[in-house]
């Protein structure tokens, strides 16, 4: 069994449709992007420009529904042409909390 790959824990991802923008490491540059996928550990989404794998970036990003932003670093950890995936780097205790509220569903207390 030589083609065995370790078992890595993978955050359940949600479908989703939101635009943000993007800020390169450098802060040079500004790309827009548009998060068609999202979890507590990060997001795909597609970009107008591509980045290179292991490319440090700041999103800027309001979850549908809601009115507080989230700015969070993230880094590039695969891209297939404009379509990107970023983990999420240390998020903080209240953007883990802001996050984890809007992808859990809402809890039903009548029953």
Request: charged share 20%; hydrophobic share 40%; glycine share 6%.
């Amino acid at each position: 069994m030589e083609n065995v790959r370790e078992f890595q824990y993978r955050a359940p991802r949600f479908q989703t449709d939101f635009h943000f923008v993007l800020l390169t490491a450098l802060g040079q540059n500004v790309l827009f992007g548009h998060c068609h996928e999202i979890s507590e550990q990060g997001l795909v989404c597609w970009l107008s420009a591509q980045l290179e794998v292991d490319a440090k970036a700041t999103l800027i990003f309001t979850l549908p529904g809601d009115s507080s932003e989230i700015t969070i670093t993230a880094v590039v950890t695969r891209r297939h042409g404009s379509d990107h995936a970023f983990t999420f780097v240390s998020p903080s205790p209240h953007e883990r909390a802001h996050l984890r509220q809007y992808l859990l569903p809402p809890q039903d207390f009548g029953q």
